[in-house]
T-cell receptor, first 113, second 113 residues
Framework: DGGITQSPKYLFRKEGQNVTLSCEQNLNHDAMYWYRQDPGQGLRLIYYSQIVNDFQKGDIAEGYSVSREKKESFPLTVTSAQKNPTAFYLC????????????FGPGTRLTVL | GQQLNQSPQSMFIQEGEDVSMNCTSSSIFNTWLWYKQDPGEGPVLLIALYKAGELTSNGRLTAQFGITRKDSFLNISASIPSDVGIYFCAGQHNAGNNRKLIWGLGTSLAVNP
């Protein structure tokens, strides 16, 4: 089946530790995105990548880092510099043409204790 | 970052009733998207709109791309309990390499059986 997978579904970390969230897609999409969602709020863009080995900061990139070494994978690292990391993280991908539709993974809920 | 004005913020209706929600923007969009998010899951695309004035249906759902290109609405007819969730609108400028989506804060729908 084609789709976007995120793992794990739930993740717990101690404060001060870096943590990496996985996102993989087999849709052959060029573009991938990371969003953060907090209760009662919409989706806020952290980072996005339109092509392998290239990525841009979104609206709330501070305290996060990404890499795009393969077309299928776009891992997100939540660093200890992120002041409020507990949130629901969503990965998405799109074909990256002029009229573009983003498709989402199931999300990872990160709780920092 | 920029956000869309999505209303209403929440709705509580009886099963069988019709539902209407809308999004407005101060700027023009070339694409409007409507997503539904179930609790703890990623958003799922419901309808994509690419042309001003376009009216598109997906089962009991109907969405329209406003003629001014600054608004869109989503209607759900004859609601059922599984319609419960949060509905998000998203707009895209598609200017140059800008693939970023601008998101509304969501409409939370509750359906009383």
């Amino acid at each position: 089946d084609g789709g976007i997978t995120q793992s794990p579904k739930y993740l717990f970390r101690k404060e001060g530790q870096n943590v990496t969230l996985s996102c993989e897609q087999n849709l052959n999409h060029d573009a991938m995105y990371w969003y953060r969602q907090d209760p009662g709020q919409g989706l806020r863009l952290i980072y996005y990548s339109q092509i392998v080995n290239d990525f841009q900061k979104g609206d709330i990139a501070e305290g996060y880092s990404v890499s795009r070494e393969k077309k299928e994978s776009f891992p997100l690292t939540v660093t200890s510099a992120q002041k409020n990391p507990t949130a629901f993280y969503l990965c998405a991908s799109s074909i990256n043409t002029g009229t573009d539709t983003q498709y989402f993974g199931p999300g990872t809920r990160l709780t920092v204790l | 970052g920029q956000q869309l004005n999505q209303s209403p913020q929440s709705m509580f209706i009886q099963e069988g009733e019709d539902v209407s929600m809308n999004c407005t923007s101060s700027s023009i969009f070339n694409t409007w998207l409507w997503y539904k998010q179930d609790p703890g899951e990623g958003p799922v695309l419901l309808i994509a709109l690419y042309k001003a004035g376009e009216l598109t249906s997906n089962g009991r759902l109907t969405a329209q791309f406003g003629i001014t290109r600054k608004d869109s609405f989503l209607n759900i007819s004859a609601s059922i309990p599984s319609d419960v969730g949060i509905y998000f609108c998203a707009g895209q400028h598609n200017a140059g390499n800008n693939r970023k989506l601008i998101w509304g804060l969501g409409t939370s729908l509750a359906v009383n059986p």
